[in-house]
């Protein structure tokens, strides 16, 4: 380069030094203008978070909130500071020995097999010892003691159930052309299904392991049409806290935050408002429920339907308990409200055939307006080593012997069977509702929540301690459900409920007698604080539960799970 030969060296030096001030300048411009950006884009970010936070939940929601929250990490700290750390602990596990002993069976008498034996067993002491298992000492389901759990549908179809069983003890569906039988059965459960919710033409389904993994394949449809079609990476969505926790499960595996929109008396319905006020570009889905599990509550699905037609997010409506009586009220002649793909912003809806289908448990149906939202859940892997794999669900391999039990009991009960067992159970329940709210031992001290007009009736106390009659009513034999937000108790009758539920109400008055003449005794007596030991129930939910930050309840649960698999 002849210009630059030429220079001389202290020009040149200086340049050089120039130059190199320039190029540091610029650099230090750069960085400064990257910080800025970064800041302003993290600026904008928890602006617009803010925003959305405010619109959605308003400023007193958001106040409320930020108060919960920071009570929540304030009672926190104080669980873990060190005397009350170790209290805890101890009181945690003494809770789970008590349970383990309840639940693990222990003694002389009880034989445990905790690996093979070496050689097989005869069929004879297999069958002895499976009978010993089937009349273990338990809450009696048979006799309709227990509430929701046990959806039997008399003992005629569990025979035919186990002989369809027996047929097809090893198929498997995820190799159709092996068992071409199942794939067909599979395929008319899902159209008939479709046909009960009035499905639209073009309307596609699947079948699912049950109520939960149908909901988690809603949600995770949701999500990846979100994603593909309007690029959303951090997926909300709405429901009425009453909504199945099965949404909030969804909402831990696939990354969906869950708003959850209050349901306010006198009618126990998702605020439509506070769900509008909540959408904004990252909702994938609203949610409702037909029945709901906790009250038994049909949320407002018109109004949600418009509000999503209007928005354009997707509608699940959560049918897995009103499963096969919702489709059924009106030609049973009871009373019913639309909540099925009659109403235009309704994309999925869960049916459970494992509920009120009477097929036996593990079985469920996930439908959908359009074939496209269906694929949405598919999972395909094409350059497996394994080779081509695809699976409509959750599940890989699946029992064949399910598919046939469910099938088999469709097409024994059939549509006037399902209306007939409609008039029964939604009849018990009415009758359970009205003697609640009229009998005087009963409707002075409890009270219904909501109207609800399936199975399900769920009543709360004003004047007794609801979690104490929840007690004794197990003393009783009683397996309820209790709840909490607001406390109460729930009973989801199903057929074995039909036959005796005149003595459930009796056994309630008495209870509730009983509980009135406690209170009683200890005014008389000028006892502020109940003195006597309290019951699992009361225990769980009125002393655990009314803690604000809820992590000795997670510990309990969890040990309760692990006692699960205590052999
Ligand atoms: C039972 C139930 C479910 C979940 O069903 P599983 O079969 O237990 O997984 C979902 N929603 C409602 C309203 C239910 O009652
Ligand atoms: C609740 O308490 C636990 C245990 O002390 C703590 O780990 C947790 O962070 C707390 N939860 C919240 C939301 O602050
Ligand atoms: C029943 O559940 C099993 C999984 O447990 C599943 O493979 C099957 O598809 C389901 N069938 C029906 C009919 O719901």
Not at 276 to 305: C, K, W
Request: charged residues 20%; contains cysteine.
């Amino acid at each position: 380069m002849p210009g630059s030969s030429r220079m001389p060296v202290s020009l040149r030096n200086s340049f050089a030094l120039q130059k190199g001030r320039s190029s540091s300048q610029l650099l230090s411009l750069n960085v400064d203008l990257f910080r800025n950006v970064v800041f302003f884009l993290f600026l904008l970010r928890w602006t617009r978070k803010g925003l959305l936070k405010l619109k959605g939940r308003g400023l007193f929601g958001t106040f409320a909130d930020a108060y919960m929250s920071l009570r929540k990490s304030a009672y926190g700290l104080f669980l873990r500071a060190p005397g009350v750390r170790s209290q805890v602990q101890k009181q945690v596990s003494e809770a789970i020995t008590k349970l383990q002993a309840k639940l693990v069976p222990s003694g002389p008498g009880i034989v445990r097999y905790l690996a093979l034996p070496k050689e097989g067993w005869s069929e004879e002491t297999v069958m002895k010892e499976l009978d010993a298992l089937a009349t273990m000492d338990h809450t009696r389901w048979e006799d309709g003691y227990v509430s929701g759990a046990v959806y039997h549908g008399g003992d005629q179809l569990m025979k035919m159930q186990t002989e369809a069983f027996g047929k097809f003890t090893v198929a498997n569906p995820l190799h159709p052309d092996v068992f071409p039988g199942v794939r067909k059965m599979e395929a008319e459960i899902v159209a008939m299904v479709l046909a009960m919710f009035n499905a639209p033409l073009g309307a596609a389904g699947v079948t699912t392991s049950g109520g939960t993994e149908s909901i988690l394949m809603a949600c995770l449809s949701a999500r990846q049409k979100a994603r593909a079609e309007r690029g959303v990476t951090e997926p909300e969505m709405i429901l009425p806290e009453t909504a199945h926790t099965a949404f909030r499960k969804a909402g831990e595996y696939f990354g969906i935050k869950c708003h959850l929109v209050a349901c306010p008396a006198p009618n126990y319905q998702g605020s439509i408002s506070a769900i509008s006020r909540l959408i904004n570009s990252n909702t994938i889905l609203l949610v409702g429920s037909a029945p709901n599990f906790p009250h038994g509550i049909i949320d407002d699905i018109s109004a949600l339907s418009k509000l999503a037609l209007k928005r354009r997010i997707p509608l699940h409506v959560d049918c897995c308990l009103g499963s096969f009586l919702v489709p059924f009220l009106e030609k049973a002649g009871f009373e019913t409200e639309l909540f099925d793909f009659r109403l235009k912003g309704v994309t999925s809806i869960s049916c459970d055939t494992h509920k009120y289908g009477f097929a036996p448990k593990g079985n469920s149906t996930i439908l959908y307006r359009t074939t496209s939202l269906r694929a949405y859940q598919y999972f395909i892997s094409p350059d497996w080593s394994g080779g081509v794999y695809a699976s409509p669900s959750i599940a890989g391999s699946r029992p064949g012997a399910l598919i046939a039990g469910c099938w088999a009991s469709l097409m024994q009960v059939g549509e006037t069977g399902y209306i007939n067992s409609c008039n029964q159970i939604v009849g018990a329940t009415k009758k359970i509702t009205e003697a609640i709210q009229t009998k005087p031992g009963l409707c002075s001290d409890l009270e219904v929540i909501g109207k609800p007009i399936v199975s399900v009736v769920a009543f709360t106390s004003n004047t007794l301690d609801t979690y104490d009659i929840a007690d004794a009513m197990s003393a009783k034999g009683w397996h309820l459900n209790s709840l909490q937000n607001p406390p109460a108790i729930h009973v989801a009758v199903t057929l074995p409920i039909v036959k005796v539920w005149e003595k459930l109400v009796a056994d309630l008055e008495a209870v509730v007698e009983g509980e009135k003449e406690k209170e009683r005794v200890r005014i008389v007596e000028g006892k502020g604080a109940k003195g006597k030991a309290v019951g699992d129930s009361a225990a769980l939910y009125g002393v655990a539960g009314s803690l604000p930050n809820k992590s000795v309840v997670v510990e309990l649960a969890s040990g309760f799970l692990d006692t699960l698999y205590k052999a």
